[in-house]
């Protein structure tokens, strides 16, 4: 017998379950028969991790289907059709599973992904290097206003000096429909944000003020971005503020309501996003604190 190559995968219990499974239920070569065997380990795996015995019968279970696909596959635009293969192969393993009423289809609410640390660098160092002042003040506006207030295309362009303010010791930014408020500017973003209202004239704080129906559209378009860079996006500035806020553990009524929200769905299409906590921490917080 020949000495396994490098590069074959290691056979953990896992994958010899899913090696029994696979050649049970037949899969072959075809481009679907590698998409199940391939969401048939990333199931079993996940399950293992939730502690739950390697059992058909168990893992099967139309609700831990249901869970896996709901929390392991949230950010997926396909699990919607895993789904659908699992509970397909679920009923060929077992015997009691009751897969009999199918479950409500999967509803996807599109959430564009947040920056990282390094791309929001990125951005940065781009938006000063933007060969004109007009480009300038409009990246650092669009960064000022998405990063410190989250405020995406909806609102961005709206805001002039007037609607820039520092109430009790905080900046606050007002804007108005779609969900007019008041928002908290971040106070790592405050001193840029005052500096752009103080600076903006009869404009507004990302430039000359403007009806034009594209105005965000055609600004973030016209501002250089060197290849390999990020492209800036008010829509992820805006879920990296919501991020950021979710990491630091604000309370979700008060956030929906800084935001415009009118539910938690946004919120929780973010969750994948964030920074997982060691198992010390989440029961800390669990707990109540160490007092």
């Not at 990125?122 to 669009?142: I, K, Y």
């Amino acid at each position: 017998m020949s000495a396994p190559s490098n590069t074959e995968q290691p056979r953990t219990p896992c994958r010899w379950f899913v090696d029994e499974i696979a050649a049970e239920l037949g899969l072959g070569e075809r481009a679907v028969d590698h998409r199940c065997r391939r969401i048939l380990l990333r199931l079993v795996t996940w399950a293992s991790g939730e502690l739950i015995p390697l059992d058909r019968e168990a893992i099967f279970d139309p609700a831990v289907i249901e869970a896996f696909c709901s929390i392991a596959l949230a950010s997926e635009h396909s699990r919607g059709t895993h789904r659908s293969d699992l509970r397909r192969m679920g009923r060929q393993l077992t015997k009691r599973a009751a897969f009999e009423q199918p479950p409500e289809a999967m509803a996807w609410r599109h959430v564009v992904p947040p920056y990282s640390p390094g791309e929001i660098e990125s951005l940065m160092l781009d938006a000063l290097a933007q060969p004109t002042a007009t480009r300038r003040r409009a990246a650092r506006g669009f960064l000022a206003l998405g990063l410190g207030a989250g405020l995406d295309g909806r609102w961005v362009a709206t805001v002039g000096p007037e609607h820039v303010a520092v109430v009790g010791g905080f900046v606050e930014v007002r804007v108005g429909e779609p969900a007019s408020r008041s928002v908290v500017v971040r106070q790592g973003f405050e001193k840029e944000v005052l500096e752009l209202a103080a600076s903006a004239g009869e404009g507004c704080l990302i430039g000359r003020r403007s009806t034009a129906r594209n105005r965000v559209g055609d600004l973030v378009k016209s501002l250089v971005v060197p290849a390999g860079h990020p492209r800036l996006s008010p829509a992820r500035l805006r879920a990296s503020w919501l991020c950021w806020h979710l990491e630091q553990r604000t309370r979700l009524p008060e956030l929906c309501e800084a935001a415009g929200l009118r539910g938690f769905e946004v919120l929780s299409d973010l969750l994948p996003y964030l920074n997982p906590l060691s198992g010390e921490m989440v029961a800390e917080m669990l707990r109540g604190g160490s007092g």
